[in-house]
């Protein structure tokens, strides 16, 4: 009896991710309204009545695999951030210049899933934009802490942290869009502009100690490395 449950728990799991994997594919062609339930079953092979043991609706799946996509990628990015002590803040440009890497990286990797994001985040229901809205915005509060760092060390001045890590972000979302959808750039030309595009806005509001500490100081060596070609 334990195999015969075991056996129909897995068959389960995997009809629930064929399920997922179907609707990843569709959506991120078509979006989530021109996306029918009967289109995914038809792609995964299955009735209708099976789909609705899993999913409540469309809009229940959607939004499960919107959710773990974007936390998915937001841990994928902490955890690239955390890997410098936080007390090296000199470093922490450095990481947001490789954040960009990382994040052009998965874009290529899961392509389909990111377009799902891209596309279909916005424009479900009122509920559904605030969770989207509340997921992009805790990728701006990434940044924007390091930036607070900055300015209450003195580094910057005059910058509005909040408002730059939502700027940082619109920046990312619309060039990674661009890339998978009108494919008219290369991966390599998108990370080095938006480098140069960050460094652009933190120039114009870094004081003479932030200079040194965050774009020559030979403890930002990383940061030097990394932007030589670039600058």
């Known amino acids: 009896m334990e195999n015969f449950t075991d056996g129909f728990n897995s068959r389960k799991i995997e009809t629930r991710q064929k399920i997922i994997e179907a609707s990843v594919k569709l959506f991120s062609i078509k979006g989530y309204h021109n996306t ?78 990111v377009m799902l994001i891209l596309r279909g985040s916005f424009g479900v229901d009122e509920e559904f934009d605030k969770d989207a809205w509340m997921q992009f915005n805790c990728f701006a509060d990434d940044i924007a802490s390091d930036i607070q760092q900055w300015v209450d060390k003195g580094w910057l001045l005059g910058i509005n942290p909040f408002l730059a890590g939502q700027m940082i972000i619109g920046m990312v979302t619309r060039v990674a869009h661009c890339y998978l959808a009108g494919k008219k750039i290369q991966k390599e030309e998108a990370v080095s502009m938006l480098k140069v595009m960050t460094k652009s806005l933190l120039t114009e509001f870094i004081t003479e100690e932030g200079h040194v500490l965050l774009f020559n100081n030979e403890n930002s060596a990383v940061l030097n490395k990394k932007t030589t070609s670039i600058f």
Do not use: C, P, W
């Open 36 to 113: 029918q339930v009967m289109d995914i079953v038809k792609a995964v092979g299955m009735s209708a009545g099976t789909f609705y043991n899993y999913f409540k609706d469309k809009r229940e799946l959607f939004r499960k695999i919107s959710e773990e996509n974007l936390k998915k990628l937001r841990v994928h990015l902490k955890e690239l951030r955390e890997s410098v002590s936080s007390e090296n803040t000199t470093m922490k440009l450095a990481h947001i210049y490789e954040n960009y890497d990382v994040f052009f990286e998965y874009v290529t990797a899961h392509s389909e899933e």
